[in-house]
């Protein structure tokens, strides 16, 4: 009888063991995003379980952990953002796609096991070295997409790794090299996928810009030791008659939320124009949720406008929740606009600014309710010594605002 009993539970486990698919190989994989028909944007990520690999883009290891297997399909996604890697396993190769369904885009991804190389090297040499700053403009001829940066780059031997900072932000971890007489660098952060490509001299950049498959721009560059981008103070300010900021909008609660509510009331606020789908953003609130925590005692306050792209509002709450999960997020995020992160639009429910200039943008408020400061755009860590700055600039400001009295009660 026992045996009887037994036959059954064996063969499901054995069902169950065949029907289990096989895991990615544990140790370094090459991936490329064909961006172009001739262009792909390499990576490398390195599998450390069943359940958990790292992408690597120069000092920058993201954790995988949300990663599910069906069959021969293995789809895994970074933190907090939406986009994920669809692909199929045969013969120790990855094809498939990496996807970002709120905007219907569609990447195609393959990935080989055992190969550690980022780029493939035509030339051993490194014709110039990049080293430095750089004056950049992106689609120099075209007025309408024209914006200028500042190239920061580190080169070691054919190793190239930097960022290129804009009025808006920063291109964050960028990873690759000097092959010749031609720069490439690559990053992926589950969110964006940039691929930049230029011939260089020593003086000089022509290159190209590949935002994965949808746009691709051309931007120039010279090298410049003592050029800076416009003050990030400067950008962003109050139209005239103004000198505060008044929003309505809802928590994930359907809660109503405005700056004169009590846990507003004399304390100094910094509201945060932002999306749950911007790196930029990402690296901004990891700095302010730390910042929040350690200064709970204090009469300071942090609220997040979020500008989402999402089709829905349910899916636009669920990456706001994402993202408050994924960090640790302890102040209120608001859903300020979904299905579309236009500016125009999100000027519009923000009449008392000039424009929004960029996702983020940081908006001080003293304790009288008054705007002190607007902070365009974010230095992340990928930037260096602007990140050092801005962390400086920030804490010094935000004790001026501290020390200051608050409103006189009613």
Aim: aromatic share 12%.
């Amino acid at each position: 009888m026992k045996k009887i009993l037994l036959l059954p539970i064996v063969m499901f486990v054995m069902s169950c063991n065949v029907n289990r698919p096989k895991a990615l190989a544990e140790g370094v994989w090459r991936a490329e995003l064909q961006v172009t028909e001739t262009e792909v944007l390499p990576f490398n990520f390195e599998v450390t379980s069943r359940d958990a690999l790292k992408i690597f883009n120069a000092d920058e290891a993201i954790m995988v952990t949300d990663i599910n297997y069906s069959n021969d399909t293995i789809v895994f996604k970074a933190p907090v953002f939406e986009g994920y890697i669809e692909a199929v396993l045969k013969n120790g190769t990855l094809k498939g796609n990496f996807i970002k369904e709120s905007l219907d885009r569609v990447v195609p991804f393959t990935a080989r096991f055992g190969e550690e190389t980022r780029f493939e090297l035509q030339n051993q040499t490194a014709n110039a070295d990049v080293s430095g700053n750089w004056e950049t403009v992106f689609s120099p001829n075209n007025e309408a997409d024209r914006y200028i940066a500042k190239g920061i780059f580190r080169q070691e031997g054919q190793s190239v790794t930097g960022t290129f900072r804009t009025t808006t932000g920063d291109y964050r971890y960028l990873e690759g090299v000097m092959d010749g007489d031609t720069m490439k660098l690559s990053t992926f952060d589950g969110a964006h996928a940039f691929l930049f490509t230029a011939k260089v001299t020593d003086s000089t950049m022509n290159g190209m810009f590949y935002s994965g498959n949808h746009w691709e721009e051309p931007f120039v560059a010279k090298r410049n030791a003592s050029y800076e981008l416009p003050d990030a103070n400067d950008l962003t300010f109050l139209n005239e008659g103004y000198d505060t900021l008044e929003f309505t909008f809802p928590d994930a609660e359907g809660n109503q939320v405005s700056l004169s509510d009590d846990r507003f009331k004399n304390k100094v606020v910094v509201v945060q124009i932002m999306g749950t789908w911007c790196p930029n953003c990402l690296d901004e609130s990891k700095y302010y949720s730390e910042f929040y925590d350690t200064n709970a005692e204090k009469d300071i306050e942090f609220v997040a406008l979020a500008f989402e792209y999402a089709k829905t509002e349910e899916k636009a709450f669920q990456s706001i929740k994402r993202l408050k999960d994924g960090i640790g997020i302890q102040y209120p995020i608001l859903l300020a606009q979904y299905g579309t992160s236009s500016k125009t639009e999100a000027q519009e429910k923000l009449p008392m600014l000039n424009h929004v200039l960029s996702y983020p943008t940081s908006i001080f408020i003293d304790k009288k309710g008054k705007v002190r400061k607007i902070h365009t755009g974010f230095n992340g860590p990928a930037t260096g010594e602007k990140f050092v700055e801005f962390q400086e600039e920030f804490t010094t400001f935000i004790s001026e605002l501290l020390e200051e009295e608050g409103a006189s009660a009613l």
